[in-house]
């Protein structure tokens, strides 16, 4: 069991349980400043938003660990040459490259095929003829 230090203001349960409700309410609210910022650093030590920044901010530790170690896998993703699932720029950029226009072909048993842009032209199939 932890000692607290006795210097500091002396802070009865109840007020404790207060404290702890208006940062949660705080926390909730999204009204106070980051976690060690020079903002959080001039709040009074018993202000709640003080309590409430350190609840995001272990919060976010819980979730997402060291914030500079996402930061610095956020810049190596950005500087890779290859995406993440293996291909290199070179083949996503022949993969962004347009493709030749598909060519059309009738199929036997099916009606002809109106050509898009053809001014009321159709694509007909014709059996092959061979010589015998």
Avoid: C
Wanted: net charge positive; glycine share 6%.
């Amino acid at each position: 069991m932890t000692t607290l230090p006795q210097d500091g203001p002396h802070i009865t349960p109840d007020e404790f349980v207060a404290l702890w409700a208006e940062a949660r309410t705080a926390y909730y609210a999204d009204e106070f400043p980051p976690y060690a910022s020079r903002a959080w650093r001039a709040l009074r030590p018993d202000d709640p938003r003080r309590l409430a920044a350190a609840l995001d901010a272990a919060e976010k530790w819980r979730k997402f660990g060291d914030e500079e170690a996402l930061l610095q896998w956020f810049r190596e993703a950005t500087n890779r040459r290859y995406s993440p699932d293996g291909r290199t720029a070179a083949e996503l950029a022949e993969l962004r490259k347009p493709h030749p226009p598909h060519q059309l072909q009738a199929t036997a048993g099916w009606p002809p095929i109106r050509i898009p842009g053809g001014r009321g032209r159709y694509l007909t199939h014709i059996p092959e003829r061979r010589a015998a």
